[in-house]
């Protein structure tokens, strides 16, 4: 299961703070939640992983294609910052 909370941090910063399991079906969520984001030009998204206990290497792929210059990753464990490093240098 995963938890979603969006917090604006500014007028043109929003984090989006997972909490719980991300999986590849959760992935979909995710993706509704930043959807609204992605098409403001100029918005900045943060991915908060600070919460998530675990994540699938499907999972992983998903976010690695969502990564671009206006969607960061911060706060991952450092089993899901070397699955993100593993899965990017495959891709």
Do not use: W
């Not at 992935?27 to 206990?53: F, K, M």
């Amino acid at each position: 299961m995963l938890k979603i909370t969006e917090n604006f941090e500014t007028a043109d910063t929003v984090r989006l703070r997972l909490d719980g399991t991300l999986s590849k079906d959760a992935v979909g969520e995710l993706a509704d939640a930043y959807s609204p984001h992605r098409d403001n030009a100029g918005r900045t998204v943060i991915l908060d992983l600070a919460g998530v206990e675990f994540m699938n290497d499907q999972a992983a792929r998903c976010l690695i294609k969502m990564r671009n210059e206006r969607l960061s990753i911060v706060n991952c464990s450092p089993f899901i910052a070397t699955l993100l490093e593993t899965v990017a240098k495959a891709e």
